[in-house]
């Protein structure tokens, strides 16, 4: 009974010195987070915001005074009014100004007409009277007494100048009734072209004056499938911008969809935005869905360059340093001295010392739980991930991206003392 009890404690007590050994051997290893190599698009982009408006805007006005008197008939919502969103062409009515001024101006110009012609019927007909005189005078020159003759010739000049004087009223009568007539139409304001009412500014009522430049009464946009970004790009991104160069966007209208477009204008006058000189870029944009609402904000990503189907590794994975205490010891003995030493004259803890190479430089977890470095090559990077073109990495392989705890330092001491004694 002693004996099996005995057996029993040394048991027991072996079960506690292994548990004990093995989470003092796991403390004084450390744990690290990993992310996999992917195989993806790399796409360097410069990024911009903007807005997005019509490719052309027309500000439509009235071109003489007066009071709105009626708006025209929606030509696609019968029994409505032309309003924001109304869709018109080309001569259709948007608006009707008071008209009672001009047309009894155009009365008035027609009766001054008739005025005229009537002025013109009586001079012609004086002319042709004194013309069949002065003709008998001149006949009868030798028998008539000069003053006679004289007469009938004065007589004919001025019912002739007269009758010069009535034909230019007459004109005048006849460009006062053609301006009367335009001012008429002028109370009647038409779409100039085929577009979308993007504004109308205007009320029943109101009076329209009208100064050196037109009052604006509707604001139409030519053409809604089509519009344009336009874009404040940096000085220092400009020299990465091209024509024809391909563009993504977002709007926060529609958060979940990317849309796309291409670089059309490089405008060369500049701006200066908080000390900062800006370039407007505009970019075409397809808005046959009609998604695209004109003068959102869009955010853009000027595609610089694209590397397809590349090996693809975090950038923080290409940043990270570890300290010796985390390197594999077989990576340890591989190390200059001159770096041994500078870890053992730290300011702070043995091992504390960061291990540096000059090519870039990755570290995986090795089979004793330690880090090892794998060199490679790397091309372009989006400030996210980085290229690799060279270097013994594949897909999938898990690489450091920072550590979870640290190593216990207190055995590096020992051993880097151990493995400079041995290279002195």
């Known amino acids: 009974m002693k004996k099996s009890l005995f057996l029993l404690l040394v048991a027991l007590l072996g079960v506690w010195i292994g ?36 490719v052309e805007t027309i500000d439509v006005g009235a071109r003489i005074p007066g009071m709105i008197k009626n708006f025209g008939p929606d030509p696609n919502q019968p029994g409505k009014t032309i309003g924001h969103n109304s869709r018109v062409r080309e001569g259709d009515i948007l608006a009707q100004l008071d008209d009672a001024p001009h047309q009894a101006d155009l009365k008035k110009a027609i009766a001054n007409l008739k005025l005229a012609e009537g002025e013109l019927a009586r001079a012609e007909a004086r002319l042709r009277q004194a013309e069949r005189a002065y003709r008998r005078a001149k006949v009868l020159v030798g028998t008539n007494s000069d003053a ?16 010069i004087t009535a034909a230019a009223k007459l004109d005048l009568a006849k460009a006062a009734k053609e301006e009367a007539e335009i001012q008429l139409g002028y109370t009647v304001i038409r779409s100039p072209v085929n577009g979308v009412v993007i504004d109308r500014r205007v009320e029943v009522g109101r ?10 009464l509707f604001l139409l946009a030519t053409d809604l499938s089509r519009l344009l970004v ?87 994975a290409l940043r990270w340093q570890p300290t010796l205490a985390q390197v594999s ?17 730290a300011s702070g803890e043995e091992g504390a010392k960061k291990v540096e190479f000059d090519a870039p430089t990755v570290w995986v977890v090795a089979a004793d739980g330690f880090v090892r470095p794998i060199h490679v090559q790397t091309g372009l ?4 991930n980085t290229e690799i073109t060279g270097g013994d990495l594949k897909v999938d392989t898990p690489i450091v991206i920072n550590a979870v705890r640290e190593a216990q330092p207190d055995f590096v001491k020992s051993f880097i003392s151990q493995v400079v004694n041995t290279k002195k």
């Open 230 to 316: 336009r874009a404040a790009v940096n000085e220092a991104d400009i020299g990465d911008i091209r024509i024809g160069q391909p563009v993504t966007f977002k709007v926060d209208a529609c958060r979940d969809q990317t849309f796309s477009g291409t670089v059309s204008q490089i405008r060369l006058n500049a701006s200066m935005a908080q000390n900062v000189v800006m370039f407007d870029v505009v970019v075409d944009v397809d808005n046959t869905s009609q998604k695209l609402l004109p003068y959102v904000t869009a955010k853009l990503q000027f595609e610089v360059a694209r590397r397809s189907n590349v090996l693809l590794v975090p950038n923080q």
């Open 148 to 163: 006679d003759y004289e007469n009938a010739e004065a007589t004919y000049e001025i019912t002739k100048a007269e009758a």
């Open 19 to 54: 548990a004990h050994w093995w989470r003092t051997a796991s403390a004084d290893r450390p744990e690290f987070r990993t992310a996999p190599v992917v195989r993806g698009d790399l796409v360097i982009a410069v990024s911009a915001t903007g807005t997005v408006e019509p």
């Open 207 to 216: 009076t329209v004056v009208v100064g050196l430049n037109a009052p604006s």
């Open 381 to 384: 990077s989006d400030g996210i």
């Open 329 to 345: 010891p077989a990576v340890r003995r591989e190390l200059p001295p001159s770096a041994l030493r500078e870890a053992l004259d």
